[in-house]
């Protein structure tokens, strides 16, 4: 099953839904960025939600999410646009806690791997300024902190689920999420439902590794009440190229430029996000640099 996230209105058109499976988008980041398990279900969750929240927003509109936290997986940082592309990157690859005792234990312990720190959601509307809002990290398990998020930032009263379940080879088995906001004119009644269905309701991970598709999902969400209005298929994607690393390095200052000329005679580029190199000769360096004069 190929990767894809719903739309969707519910219960009278008081509820906005949004279902993702994400699966093979996570697995190609752990690739990308050769993940340990707890670092996989990290950025996995954090892929996974931001490729949904890219998707509220209108063509070429972006955002850039950040979560910056104290713990052994240091920032992590997403990119997400209405296309249901997503790249990200993370300071630390190599990060594998799980819970030591209680009822998680042996599960992987994702909010010690984050630790405390900030969200950073970062939108690009097409004007001349971004526009960035903030919110506390709350457990650092990533679904809790952009359920407080959306209520402190956006002032929409929401619920997010997010799941990665890594394999024993350390493979990304299964991944998914939802966003449920509920509208101003909800019924009191519909919000008790919901709040039990949601606690009743299995973890994403295991509903995806089930075989439930995003459509089965919704329904368990909706009860039955759905509308779907959008399926937009949801993937790792990242558009860098050797063109666009050129103009950054003609931002670079003239010491810099010099010293990458004549003393190391080259450059080499990597992408943060893919971890493509691109390796530019002392010719197209001297070329880059006489071109910014003209």
């Not at 990157?89 to 998680?104: A, F, R």
């Not at 937009?232 to 950054?248: A, G, L, R, T």
Request: charged letters at 25%.
């Amino acid at each position: 099953m190929k990767d894809y996230a719903l739309i969707a209105h519910a219960y009278n058109k008081t509820v906005r839904i949004y279902v993702a499976s994400s699966t093979h988008l996570v697995e190609e980041a752990r690739k990308i960025h050769k993940t340990w398990p707890t670092a996989t279900a990290a950025l996995g969750r954090f892929l996974t939600v931001s490729a949904m929240m890219g998707l509220m927003y209108k063509e070429k509109e972006r955002i850039t999410l950040r979560i910056k936290g104290d713990g052994p997986i240091g920032s992590m940082l997403v990119e997400a646009n209405t296309l249901g592309e997503v790249r990200g990157e993370l300071t630390n690859s190599n990060v594998y806690l799980q819970y030591e005792d209680g009822p998680k234990k042996g599960k992987l312990n994702v909010g010690a791997a984050v630790g405390k720190g900030f969200l950073h959601v970062t939108k690009d509307l097409g004007m001349k300024e971004f526009f960035t809002s903030s919110s506390e990290l709350q457990t650092g398990e990533i679904g809790d902190d952009f359920t407080y998020y959306f209520a402190l930032s956006e002032q929409t009263p929401s619920s997010v689920g997010l799941g990665v379940l890594v394999n024993v080879d350390h493979s990304v088995l299964a991944s998914g999420g939802y966003i449920l906001q509920v509208m101003p004119n909800i019924k009191e009644e519909t919000i008790t439902h919901l709040e039990s269905l949601i606690s009743s309701l299995p973890p994403m991970s295991t509903l995806i590794h089930e075989g439930k598709t995003p459509e089965e999902i919704l329904t368990l969400l909706s009860s039955g009440t759905e509308e779907i209005l959008k399926k937009q298929p949801i993937n790792y994607s990242c558009h860098c190229s050797k063109e666009s690393f050129s103009k950054s390095l003609s931002a670079l200052d003239d010491e810099t430029m010099d010293s990458l000329i004549h003393e190391d005679g080259q450059a080499e580029i990597e992408c943060h996000f893919c971890h493509k190199k691109y390796h530019f000769t002392k010719d197209e360096l001297l070329k880059i640099k006489n071109f910014r004069k003209i």
